[in-house]
């Protein structure tokens, strides 16, 4: 059975931020994110390894901006939205649930979330994927994903 959701994907962006205007409520993403060139020592290489780690979090700050829109407005409408970051392998390793709840009468929303680090277990295309589910259902549905390539460029240490 195909659920039908009160909201529509419409977009969504990663980028370093994003400002909306006081005056017209227009937003402007500032920096859009396609790569990221992370440094790394072999020794930090080898010491995440050898320590057990799951991969390296880099202290980078961005957003993922998404544009939800809905055609009813003469009701107030939930849902549950999630950000999943997914690594080269298909292995999830950062999500993100937020509820949604709009009142009669709104059409738009946007949603900005911030985030201040990036794991990253390896090099290769990563996937931001954008899941929503209605609030009587267990599952999430993917409506949209974006990627995002990573790139680890090694370091002496002695020099970084």
Not at 131 to 145: A, F, I, N, Q
Request: proline share 4%.
């Amino acid at each position: 059975m195909k659920t039908t959701f009160p909201l529509t994907h419409i977009w969504t962006v990663v980028c370093s931020r994003s400002s909306v205007d006081i005056d017209s409520n227009n937003i402007s993403l500032f920096n859009l994110i396609e790569k990221l060139t992370f440094p790394i020592s072999v020794e930090q290489l080898k010491e995440a390894h050898d320590q057990g780690k799951q991969g390296i979090f880099f202290p980078i700050e961005f957003e993922v901006v998404t544009r939800y829109r809905r055609a009813n407005e003469t009701q107030s409408d939930a849902m549950d939205a999630r950000l999943r970051l997914i690594n080269p392998e298909g292995k999830v390793i950062l999500s993100h649930d937020e509820k949604i709840a709009l009142k009669k009468g709104i059409s738009n929303l946007r949603l900005r979330n911030k985030f201040n680090g990036f794991p990253v277990d390896k090099a290769g295309t990563y996937w931001l994927a954008v899941e929503v589910k209605s609030v009587d259902d267990s599952s999430y549905t993917e409506v949209y994903r974006t990627p995002i390539d990573v790139v680890l460029k090694a370091v002496d240490s002695k020099n970084a």
